[in-house]
């Protein structure tokens, strides 16, 4: 089992920038992958990024050129860097896991960007 804990939301202005962190515990040698997935009132839960065990990427279009996730899975801990943040990026931004096949979630952390 794997525990995840997000960290690094709050509020900002348009154009403005956060940093998010995942730390996990548990039995972590098993994780393979984490993303970050966020979710806004009244849509779906969507992915924004993720990254492998061997360090690869991938960002959703909304994201690219914004966003940059990084982190040591080795090391149980994964973070999001947002820049030029967006109102439209206002969501709760949720750790994902992949364990032996096996999906785990944080409890999420709100951000919110004003205008």
């Known amino acids: 089992q794997v525990q995840l804990v997000e960290s690094g939301g709050g509020v900002v202005q348009a154009g403005g920038s956060l940093r998010l962190s995942c730390a996990a515990s548990?039995?972590?040698?098993?994780?393979?992958?984490m993303r970050w997935y966020r979710q806004a009132p009244g849509n779906q839960r969507e992915v924004v990024a993720t990254i492998t065990k061997g360090g690869s990427t991938e960002y959703d279009d909304s994201v690219k050129g914004r966003f940059t996730i990084s982190g040591d899975i080795g090391e149980s801990r994964m973070y999001l860097q947002m820049n030029s943040l967006k109102p439209e990026d206002t969501a709760v931004y949720y750790c994902y896991a992949v364990w032996w096949g096996n999906p785990f979630w944080g409890r999420g952390t709100q951000v919110t960007v004003s205008p």
């Open positions: 548990g039995h972590v040698s098993g994780i393979d992958t």
